[in-house]
């Protein structure tokens, strides 16, 4: 997979641009503040239709405008497709070879994955930011993932409203009949998808990890039973609890990703340098996931290479991605823009670039 191309006009602080990329490494130098990261989250953008440091695009938008628009030239399996990506008052525009598209039919013609220190909430966060994690993961090996996915949350949604509904006296229990047999076969299939997902990263955290240190993902699902008809008996088991709460208490929105290193909870018994460690290692398998399944490796967003890694790891990573994949690394300190001595290099100014090889 190849982006060689993009223009970009109007997002955040950057000024309008077109950029030639090298198939290997491409680095963006400059001070915090610049416009390093933005040129790296257009990228994830055009990719992904959504950004990773927002859940709202009108925040990209640069300062006294009301749209942004990113166009790439994308290779992938020898196929070349453009893709163009504009956001206007709410309103997402996509386009594949000036066709617009619907978001499934956009989704997959470029896949990008981020590597960031923003990440480290997959390891010290919320139990949701592991749940993202997996199925970002899972989409990107399959799109028919993003159905069933947006049918649990459509499922869940009904089911919550009716139970407020029940507990305010203005339904009756019996609704909730309809709508088991549909929530756990949705609930269901989504915990399996996750948990064979866990079990796939399990088989390549050893190839790809970023330390000695020995990882190990559990998938733990807040309801233990696999089969539909035991599933319904337990919620009917806990009816009481649901229905005084307002909400489903048992399901893959509550269920988590245990972390082991060296069999202990990485959250508690981690150091700091063993948790970034483990970010990388996570986000490099699922790469190695995507590579076994598509043959080819998705482009690499590495945000602040340099940030909180001392230069022997830092070379360890570029050596593994080295001749591999296409990157995208950006970096405050010129001892490292002087390490890496192929690919392209620009110096990120005020939201402005300069090509500097």
């Known amino acids: ?18 950029l030639q990329f090298d198939s290997g490494f491409n680095i963006f130098f400059g001070n915090n503040g610049q416009g390093k990261t933005n040129l790296l989250e257009a990228i994830y953008v055009l990719a992904n239709t959504k950004s990773f440091r ?15 628009w990113i166009h790439g030239n994308v290779e992938k399996k020898s196929l070349r497709r453009s893709l163009l990506l504009s956001w206007q008052a709410g309103d997402r525009e996509l386009r594949v070879n000036e066709k617009t598209e619907s ?17 480290l909430p997959i390891v010290r ?5 592991r749940r993202r994690f997996l199925d970002r993961g899972i989409a990107q090996l399959k799109k028919t993932y993003l159905y069933s996915l947006a049918e649990f949350h459509h499922v869940l949604q009904q089911r919550n409203h009716l139970l407020v509904h029940i507990r305010d006296g203005s339904a009756p229990v019996s609704d909730l009949e ?7 076969d949705r609930a269901l299939f989504v915990s399996a998808e996750r948990e064979r997902y866990v079990e796939e990263l399990n088989r390549t955290l050893h190839q790809v990890r970023f330390s ?59 150091s700091g340098g063993q948790q970034r460690s483990a970010v990388f290692s996570l986000l490099l398998s699922a790469t190695h996931l995507y590579f076994v ?29 080295g001749g591999q994949r296409q990157a995208f690394l950006s970096t405050a300190k010129e001892n490292v823009l002087g390490s890496i001595d192929y690919g392209k290099k620009w110096e990120v100014r005020a939201g402005s670039l300069v090509q500097l090889s």
């Open 293 to 321: 399944e598509n043959k080819e490796y998705p482009i690499l967003l590495i945000d602040d290479v340099d940030a909180e890694l001392d230069i022997e790891r830092l070379q360890g990573l570029l050596d593994r991605l």
């Open 125 to 129: 966060g919320a139990p949701e930011q």
């Open 54 to 68: 927002t859940h709202h695009l009108r925040e990209c938008v640069r300062y006294q405008k009301d749209r942004f």
């Open 103 to 119: 978001i499934l039919g956009y989704l997959g013609n470029l896949d990008a994955l981020v590597i960031s220190f923003d990440q």
């Open 212 to 270: 000695s240190d020995a990882l190990l993902l559990r998938y733990v699902r807040s309801a233990k039973e696999l089969e539909p008809s035991a599933f319904r008996e337990a919620l009917a088991s806990i009816r009481g609890k649901e229905i005084h709460r307002g909400r489903s208490l048992k399901g893959p929105h509550r269920d988590d990703v245990e972390i082991l290193i060296d069999e202990r909870p990485i959250q508690s018994f981690g």
């Open 178 to 184: 309809v709508w088991e047999p549909i929530y756990a």
């Open 1 to 18: 997979m190849f982006l060689g191309s993009m223009k970009v006009d109007s997002f955040r602080n950057l000024n309008t641009a077109e």
